[in-house]
Nanobody, 126 residues
Framework: QVQLQESGPGLVKPSQTVSLTCTVS??????????WAWIRQPPGKGLEWMGVISYSGSTYYSPSLKHRTYIARDTSKNQVTLQIVSVIPEDTAVYYCAALKTLILGATDRNLYDYWGQGTQVTVSS
């Protein structure tokens, strides 16, 4: 059973950098041939696809976020990380990591994903 668990600082101040971690259990990031995505949902709004990293380490980002967003992986820890620099209040959202076997840029339909985490809240406030 593959499980994804997001974690993060919860509350951050504007202009800071926030780092989130998705810990994968039940599957190896090196052998599962999955694409690991980050998706967020601001309060009262729909899901927003942020980016994805492949099993080989290639990254793809949302054009609107690529200048502030970095996705990386640590295969020794079986983790995927998301870093957002210079956060603004509009970055307040629940952040999810998810996995799928086919590269679909921009995918926000949960039915397209094989696995989806429970999410972690990030609030940007001074």
């Amino acid at each position: 059973q593959v499980q994804l668990q997001e974690s993060g600082p919860g509350l951050v101040k504007p202009s800071q950098t926030v780092s989130l971690t998705c810990t994968v259990s039940g599957a190896s990031m090196l052998t599962g041939f999955y694409y690991w995505a980050w998706i967020r949902q601001p309060p009262g709004k729909g899901l927003e696809w942020m980016g994805v990293i492949s099993y080989s380490g290639s990254t793809y980002y949302s054009p609107s976020l690529k200048h502030r967003t970095y996705i990386a992986r640590d295969t020794s820890k079986n983790q995927v990380t998301l870093q957002i620099v210079s956060v603004i209040p509009e970055d307040t959202a629940v952040y999810y990591c998810a996995a799928l076997k086919t590269l679909i840029l921009g995918a926000t339909d949960r039915n397209l994903y094989d696995y989806w985490g429970q999410g972690t809240q990030v609030t940007v406030s001074s």
